[in-house]
């Protein structure tokens, strides 16, 4: 008897062609699965799809989309103890490439079918759910800076050039950090607060790997004094997430916590698993253990 899975499938996505990689998704996983594909479009979020999936009795929920779909979905999917596939269609794909995840399309079909599954936490960020990231000042003025239409044309090449253009103009602003053991007061040009980060998540790499399942958020509040010592930081940011070798500087700090609310003075830009959603406060809380993926075996 054939495993009765739900395809949640963005065809705005990505760069790649929609019609060719559902095709694709359909050749791999339908000898082998009762799929049933729920479009995504105007109209319906992905959170209602989501339930729709949960409703029709779905043994395994399938996601093919960035983060920002992965994200919206796991409203929904937090605390189920249904199994996640993931299904990589994003301009960054942080969260599968966070989990080892292959990012090719068939690859990624094949480990939904052979793969394991692996339970990983959440995290509630103002109300909503999180499963990479949060950011506050540089990267989410970045992303704010990328438009759709970059994205589309030039894929991680587009945040690269956003982002050297903000480091350029280094823009601090007065951060207050509250956890339930700490009360930190600084100037900052960044604080990024992460629940999984991949290797490309530049500034969440103070600490030597981000662990998606320790029940536990990593912060990192990066402060350099000077565009100089901006690039530096960013530069050993960059290796400690390709090398899992920690950062060790002045100008960044780094701890975890459950649980984290910032302030800022002035207001700053903030966004959500690569999407902007307006402005700080931010209040955070990790919800362990609360999220099944199927990851490779």
């Known amino acids: 008897m054939f495993t009765k899975a739900c395809l949640i499938f963005n065809p705005t ?26 479009p995504s479009h105007k109209g319906i979020s992905t959170l209602e799809l989501t339930q729709q999936a949960i409703s029709k009795d779905a043994q395994i929920i399938l996601i093919a989309g960035g983060d920002g779909t992965i994200s919206s979905a796991a409203e929904a999917l937090i605390g189920i103890k ?27 079909c094949e480990t939904i079918l052979s793969g394991k599954p692996r339970i990983v936490d959440t995290a509630i960020c103002n109300g909503k759910p ?121 100008d960044i700090q780094h701890f975890r916590t459950n649980y984290v609310k910032v302030k800022t003075e002035p207001l700053q830009q903030v966004s959500l698993d690569g999407d902007s959603i307006g402005i700080t406060n931010v209040e955070i809380n990790c919800v362990p253990q609360s999220l099944t993926v199927l990851v490779p075996a």
């Open 82 to 108: 249904i199994p996640v596939g993931i299904i990589p269609r994003g301009t960054v794909n942080a969260f599968a490439k966070a989990l080892n995840m292959p990012i090719d399309i068939k690859a990624a």
């Open 130 to 250: 999180m499963i990479v990231l949060t950011s506050i000042g540089l990267e989410a003025d970045t992303i704010k800076q990328t438009n759709r239409k970059l994205k589309n044309y030039f894929g991680m090449l587009a945040f690269i050039i956003a982002g050297i253009q903000e480091l350029r103009k280094l823009k601090t602003f007065k951060t207050y950090i509250e956890t339930e053991s700490k009360i930190i007061n600084c100037q900052a040009v960044a604080v990024t607060i992460a629940n999984t980060a991949a290797s490309t998540s530049l500034l969440a790499h103070s600490p030597a790997g981000v662990i998606a399942d320790d029940g536990l958020l990593d912060v990192t509040v990066f402060a350099p004094r000077n565009q100089k010592n901006a690039f530096f930081a960013a530069y050993n940011l960059l290796r400690s997430g390709f090398t899992s070798d920690a950062t060790i500087r002045d």
């Open 13 to 38: 996505a990505g760069q790649g062609d929609p019609v060719e990689e559902l095709v694709k998704i359909r050749e791999v996983l339908e000898p082998k699965l009762n799929l049933d594909i729920i």
